[in-house]
T-cell receptor, first 114, second 115 residues
């Protein structure tokens, strides 16, 4: 069975600083990997995904993530944080089940302070 | 714009009083999912429909049921809500085929309060 671990339930950065949210996964088969963002009282919005091909994937709002098979990691980064980035971020993995089941990490709350 | 719509956004019900949450989609996706998300937790999959085929997660309580009358609509029925069922309920859709998998698209959620 697959699993996802997000290191750090809370991350705090200054506006303009680098954002790094960590995600490690466990899977016995090549995974599909996703990052979603959730603002308060809203649904989840896809930031980016890795399925096959290029291991560095770019997403919306300036975010990117790199799939590192040897480290079983899929960390999310953004060079310069903006106040509007404050939200909860979920890493998720799918191993291509017949119905695309997602297994989510526990989430990381990102705080951006002036 | 194609999207996933959930109604209502906020629902208040009384302990034990049946409640139905609604989800509709204009994406024409073949799979629809219902998740429960409690405060400060990750979404937890309750069940999904693959076309007309209903699939329950093993640990989903019997108190939760679902209906999908057509491709566009899916309903979550909670037969006798308890205080522990207060949560955000998220509907999601995806186009899943044997040869490809795409991401799930989420609705804005319905926040259920049980009094």
């Amino acid at each position: 069975a697959q699993s996802v671990t997000q290191l750090g339930s809370h991350v705090s950065v200054s506006e303009g600083a680098l954002v790094l949210l960590r995600c490690n996964y466990s899977s016995s088969v090549p995974p599909y990997l996703f990052w979603y963002v959730q603002y308060p009282n809203q649904g989840l919005q896809l930031l980016l995904k890795y399925t096959t091909g290029a291991t560095l994937v770019k997403g919306i709002n300036g975010f990117e993530a790199e799939f590192k098979k040897s480290e079983t990691s899929f960390h999310l980064t953004k060079p310069s944080a903006h106040m509007s980035d404050a939200a909860e971020y979920f890493c998720a993995v799918s191993v291509g089940t017949s119905y695309g089941k997602l297994t989510f990490g526990q989430g990381t709350i990102l705080t951006v302070h002036p | 714009d194609a999207m996933v719509i959930q109604n209502p956004r906020y629902q208040v019900t009384q302990f034990g009083k049946p409640v139905t949450l609604s989800c509709s989609q204009t994406l024409n996706h073949n799979v629809m999912y219902w998740y429960q998300q409690k405060s400060s937790q990750a979404p937890k999959l309750l069940f999904h429909y693959y076309d007309k085929d209903f699939n329950n997660e093993a640990d989903t309580p019997d108190n939760f049921q679902s209906r999908r009358p057509n491709t566009s609509f899916c309903f979550l029925d909670i037969r006798s809500p308890g205080l522990g069922d207060a949560a955000m309920y998220l509907c999601a859709t995806s186009r899943v085929t044997l040869s490809s998998y795409n991401e799930q698209f989420f609705g804005p959620g319905t926040r259920l309060t049980v009094l």
